[in-house]
């Protein structure tokens, strides 16, 4: 499966932003779709993970209750809803996704594909 996200650009804190992950394959909703994000100098970070299905979500407590992901399996694509931004939500943001199952991981070692990264920054 091939990924893109898209949707990053900088905002002010306080504002929302909508990524979205477009997906090419036949079988897109047997992949668990997670999101990423690496701020600079830092590790990946998990933000949350949706199942398959899209009936189950998990997510980051640092970014918990502010943001949220859906998925459209009919259209091949994932959203991230993120609002209520922070400076420390600045990162490039990445799709990825598993073949795992369940509601997905944290860890970015089960995610075999992954999009080019699109960039969000929050200014103060």
């Known amino acids: 499966v091939q990924l893109q996200a898209s949707g990053g650009g900088l905002v002010q804190a306080g504002d929302s932003l909508r990524l979205s992950c477009a997906a090419s394959g036949r079988t897109f909703s047997t992949y668990v779709l997670g999101w990423f994000r690496q701020a600079p100098g830092k590790e990946r970070e998990f933000v949350g993970a949706?199942?398959?299905?899209?009936?189950?979500?998990r997510y980051a407590d640092s970014v918990k209750g502010r943001f949220s992901i859906s998925r459209d399996n009919a259209k091949n694509t994932v959203n991230l809803q993120m609002n209520s931004l922070k400076p420390e939500d600045t990162a490039v943001y990445y799709c990825?996704?598993?073949?795992?199952?369940?509601?997905?991981?944290?860890?970015?070692?089960?995610?075999?594909?992954w999009g080019r990264g699109t960039l969000v920054t929050v200014s103060s």
């Open positions: 990825a996704a598993s073949s795992w199952g369940g509601v997905g991981s944290s860890n970015p070692t089960t995610y075999g594909y």
């Open positions: 949706i199942s398959g299905s899209g009936v189950s979500t």
